[in-house]
Every structure is written in C-alpha cells, then in structure tokens.
C-alpha cells in the first residue's frame, strides 16, 4: 500500500469517526427509504438536498454542511449545486474501494 492510499484511508477513517457522519453515510444509502421528498431535485439522479439532510439529522444547517464537507473530502460523497441549492450522493464506488482496503488491510 502506498502513502498516498495510507493519507487517504486515514482521512476517510477520520470522516467515519463521528456517528452523525456514519448515520449521514447510512441514509444517503438510500434516499427514497430515509428522507421525506424534497421540493428539487431527483434523489437519483442530483442527490439530497443539505436541508432535506438537517431536517432529518435534527442539527443545523451549518452543522450539517460541516459534516458533509468532511465526508466530501474524504471522497464519501459527491456533490453537486444547482442554483442555490447543494444536493449530495453517496459515491459508492469510493465507499467500497475503502471497505475493501480495510478489509486486505486486517
């Protein structure tokens, strides 16, 4: 494993160190089961809006925003603006790429 995969793991095992992060990580998993509708936007297709997010998380927007900016620069989630609006998506490519180094790496 090189150090730039060892930097970035580390990075993403500080992002999964908070529960609000990891319940975040859950929901996103599966928007249509975990969040109420949202007024724009596609689940699918843009993501989930930040206060769709709040009203489910209970905390603030700008705890909210706060979370999700660690777990986008962990590479966790993906995100996306349309007009003033910022929409996240699980990336589930990079949360398996993650789970299957920590799995080679125990």
């Known amino acids: 494993m090189s150090d730039v995969e060892l930097r970035v793991d580390a990075e ?8 609000a992060r990891l ?3 859950r929901w996103l998993k599966d928007p249509a089961g975990n969040f109420g509708p949202q007024a724009v936007g596609d689940f699918d297709v ?3 809006c930040v206060s769709v997010i709040q009203d489910r998380a209970g905390m603030s ?3 909210v925003s706060a979370h999700l900016k660690i777990l986008h620069q962990a590479g966790l989630v993906t ?3 349309i007009g003033p609006w ?3 998506k ?7 790429r993650f789970l299957d180094t920590l ?3 125990l």
Do not use: N
């Open 86 to 88: 910022h929409f996240y």
């Open 61 to 63: 927007q700008p705890t």
């Open 12 to 19: 993403v095992l500080r992002a999964l160190a908070s529960g």
């Open 79 to 81: 995100r996306r603006k």
């Open 103 to 105: 799995s080679a790496a």
């Open 46 to 48: 843009e993501g989930v």
């Open 90 to 96: 699980r990336d589930e490519q990079a949360v398996r």
């Open 23 to 25: 319940d975040i990580l």
